[in-house]
């Protein structure tokens, strides 16, 4: 097992065994952080010649004859649901299994009634288990009573995506290896023109081309610090003198709609909300990314907008930090002149983003993951 702040960045050891692996959560095949990783993730074992199924309580997309639904997984009850039954049938999901990931579920108590029906599940059978955390409950206020998770198990294997997180489970007498999210630098960039059309379609009038988009990459809720975000787009329109128009991606959740009108009706600059083109083209379409979250346990836009080529003002939180360790020049919001002299000056940010991608492949590349995940997978076998 790596110590806190390594990665596992072994070579594989064994001999290529292929095994039949589980990956379980409250929702995959979505839209959202986790369920994009659990893709990844899946990819890559795939990729290295592993069977894998999906089980969850819930799919955002098409699924196969592989995938397991276990109602009583969902994050909101379902009038499918059926406890006792659904833990059988988890159960007897798993016995067929070589290894479980779990992604989340033993970390974050979004339901936890959901969290202890899969550690019961897991204890019951008795196989290896890597629980990939993304947020462990204490970094959650509201959560930060909750001591269930992660459960006790004999044969569990944990994995976080930071530094803070590996010591917080040291601190609390665990080991943890660290597998930061993985980005794949060789897909496509969008199309700007299609992004262009879909962010006018939203705005109901055209978008001159020297009007600058602000992209907030995110759906809407408390720590995505919508408030912060408008502040940076009213400072880039008066720093610059070109017109602002401020673009939130996603719908407001957790109760968060009254405020974000309230947010909205005050935003000092044109706004749109929706996603009526790709994410890669909205990046496309887009000349900066604001992403002020009060925190996170990673932060995908941060190397999406180095994916993309564009600048951004990221938030204070503390793994940002650990990004920037790695080289990468990501301006936070006390930096907008920063990025407004970016806007100005684009063959001076060419540079920065040359820069910034090469720093990022060669620390957060797919292509790596697969390599990445094998010794992670022997150790959590062999325990």
Not at 194 to 205: C, E, P, Y
Not at 275 to 298: H, L, Q
């Amino acid at each position: 097992m790596d110590g806190p702040g390594l990665e596992s960045d072994a070579r594989p050891q064994r001999s290529g065994t292929a095994l039949k692996i589980g990956i379980l959560s409250f929702r995959l095949g979505g839209s959202d952080g986790v369920a994009i990783e659990a893709a990844k993730w899946a990819r890559a074992l795939e990729t290295s010649g592993h069977e894998v199924s999906r089980i969850a309580g819930e799919f955002g997309d098409a699924t196969s004859g592989r995938d397991v639904h276990i109602p009583a997984l969902a994050l909101t009850p379902r009038a499918d649901a059926n406890p006792p039954a659904d833990l059988d049938k988890l159960t007897d999901t798993l016995a067929a299994l070589d290894l479980l990931i779990v992604e989340n579920v033993f970390a974050i108590p979004m339901r936890l009634p959901a969290s202890n029906l899969a550690a019961a599940a897991a204890r019951s059978w008795g196989g290896p288990v890597i629980g990939h955390h993304h947020d462990p409950a204490w970094q959650r206020p509201h959560y930060a009573h909750i001591k269930d998770l992660p459960p006790e198990l004999e044969r569990i294997t944990h994995v976080v995506i930071n530094e803070l997180t590996a010591r917080q489970f040291t601190d609390r007498g665990m080991d943890a290896t660290i597998v930061r999210n993985h980005f794949d630098f060789d897909r496509s960039l969008g199309d700007r023109a299609a992004g262009r059309a879909g962010a006018s379609t939203l705005l109901g009038d055209d978008i001159d081309p020297e009007t600058i988009v602000a992209l907030h990459p995110v759906r809407a809720i408390e720590r995505k610090n919508v408030p912060a975000a408008l502040d940076a787009a009213r400072e880039l329109q008066a720093r610059t003198g070109r017109d602002v128009i401020y673009w939130l991606a996603g719908g407001a959740e957790d109760g968060y709609g009254p405020q974000l009108e309230r947010h909205l009706a005050v935003a000092g600059v044109p706004w749109i909300q929706g996603m009526p083109c790709s994410i890669a083209d909205a990046y496309a379409a887009s000349d900066v990314v604001v992403f002020p979250s009060t925190w996170e346990g990673f932060g995908n836009p941060n190397i999406e907008s180095v994916w993309a080529r564009k600048p951004i003002i990221t938030g204070m939180y503390p793994v940002v930090d650990e990004l920037r360790a790695l080289g990468l020049v990501l301006a936070d919001i006390q930096q907008v002149s920063q990025v407004a002299e970016w806007l100005q000056d684009r063959e001076g940010w060419r540079k920065v983003a040359a820069t910034n991608r090469d720093l990022a492949r060669r620390h957060l590349d797919l292509n790596d993951l697969p390599r990445r995940l094998a010794s992670l997978i022997d150790q959590a076998v062999a325990r």
